[in-house]
């Protein structure tokens, strides 16, 4: 199987450029050879992916660096000690991590802080599978993603050293309702709509926490790296990971689920094969995993699950539309993140009114 996620790797933009030497200095004070090229991943619109090829360019090492990106950044966000520690933690107890080479706080070195960790080989899915597969083939990745993601929710969080700091105790919910609402007001632009009635409605429904477990946050099948078999290798992008409540992991992933017959800009935005013959409906996914996991939620709490998704949604791509309106990056493929934030706010909206 050809490694397909390469095939987004292209040259670096000039505004994401960085030091080379400094970088292969770096490298070789942690037991690695020097860079002998990159590219940067045009996948992904929050930190900065970039493939390292080092040593030998015959017989190359690849390695993946990660640093947040230039311009204004919500509080908290992008922090790249806390996603390294995140898998670092993790690697004895879960198996779908990468393996960590280091974490540089100093910004000295690239110009922001960074870490570097292995490249896991192996395919990541994007808009469309690469050849059809059968509804079969297609119903079995979904149980093996699930299987995965019910494991990440049964680590035993005290048990493992790093991990246990990051809850912060019961209320998760409401720290997220408020947090994502702040995020919205810190990153308004001109054209951003009227939320306020969305708002509303869900500070009004958001549900107890049915848990304190590690959720990923931002669990979805471009986040994953699969094998032949599209077994599940590795969990990429560990940036939003913390413990709260499992079903908010649900929630996040449902938000980028987009079925074949949702409606023609919904589909627009599909980012994964959601669509193909085979692949769970977006209540699929909730009932196989209340089945695994023994939770039940009200189908008024299952309404707010779905809309909070696709607010936190919208408030990821105003945030990045809020830096391309300030030319704090010139990325053109963020042109349109503005209409994808409007397109949002009224699908809030219409499952809100649905619900009523």
Same mark, same amino acid.
């Given at each position: &199987? ?51 090829? =080092? ?7 690849? /390695?993946? /660096? ?30 779908? %991590? ?13 110009? @922001?802080?960074?870490?570097? &960790? ?26 093996? %993603?699930? #299987? ?24 998760? %919910? ?13 990153? !308004?632009?001109? #054209? =951003?709509?009227?939320? @306020? ?84 409906? !977006? ?14 939620? @009200? ?15 919208? %408030? ?13 990056? =010139?990325?053109? @493929?963020?042109?349109? /993140? ?19």
């Amino acid at each position: &199987m050809s490694d397909t996620s390469q095939n987004l790797a292209r040259a670096v933009r000039e505004e994401d450029s960085f030091d080379v030497e400094a970088l292969s200095a770096w490298l070789e004070r942690h037991g690695e050879r020097p860079v002998v090229e990159v590219q940067q991943f045009r996948g992904g619109a929050s930190n900065l992916t970039y493939l390292l090829r =080092t040593g030998d360019p015959a017989a190359p090492r690849d /390695l993946i /660096l990660r640093r947040p990106p230039a311009g204004r950044k919500a509080a908290g966000a992008h922090d790249m000690g806390r996603e390294h520690g995140i898998q670092a933690a993790l690697a004895p107890v879960f198996p779908h %991590v990468a393996t960590m080479i280091g974490h540089e706080a100093d910004e000295s070195v690239l110009g @922001s802080e960074f870490y570097v &960790m292995e490249k896991v080989p192996g395919r990541i899915l994007r808009q469309d599978f690469p050849e059809p597969i059968a509804p079969e083939a297609a119903d079995a990745l979904c149980q093996r %993603v699930l #299987d995965v993601l019910v494991a990440l929710h049964s680590v035993d969080v005290a048990a493992v050293p790093g991990l246990a700091a990051l809850g912060r105790g019961e209320g998760y %919910v409401g720290r997220q309702v408020r947090g994502w609402i702040r995020r919205l007001d810190g990153s !308004r632009t001109d #054209d =951003t709509g009227d939320w @306020s009635d969305v708002l509303a409605w869900i500070e009004a429904h958001q549900p107890t926490d049915t848990g304190q477990v590690l959720i990923h946050n931002d669990y979805r099948l471009d986040n994953l790296v699969l094998d032949d078999d599209l077994g599940v290798r590795a969990v990429l992008d560990w940036e939003l990971a913390t413990v709260g409540d499992p079903l908010m992991d649900l929630s996040s992933m449902i938000a980028y689920w987009v079925e074949a017959d949702d409606d023609e800009l919904f589909q627009l935005f599909r980012r994964q094969p959601s669509n193909a013959p085979g692949m769970w409906t !977006r209540r699929e996914w909730v009932d196989r995993y209340c089945a695994a996991t023994g939770h039940s939620p @009200s189908e008024r709490d299952l309404v707010f699950y779905e809309v909070f998704g696709l607010f936190r949604l919208a %408030v990821i791509a105003q945030q990045i539309w809020y830096r391309y309106v300030h030319k704090q990056t =010139t990325n053109e @493929s963020y042109a349109l /993140l503005g209409q994808v934030v409007s397109y949002l706010e009224q699908r809030c909206r219409r499952l809100v009114a649905e619900s009523a």
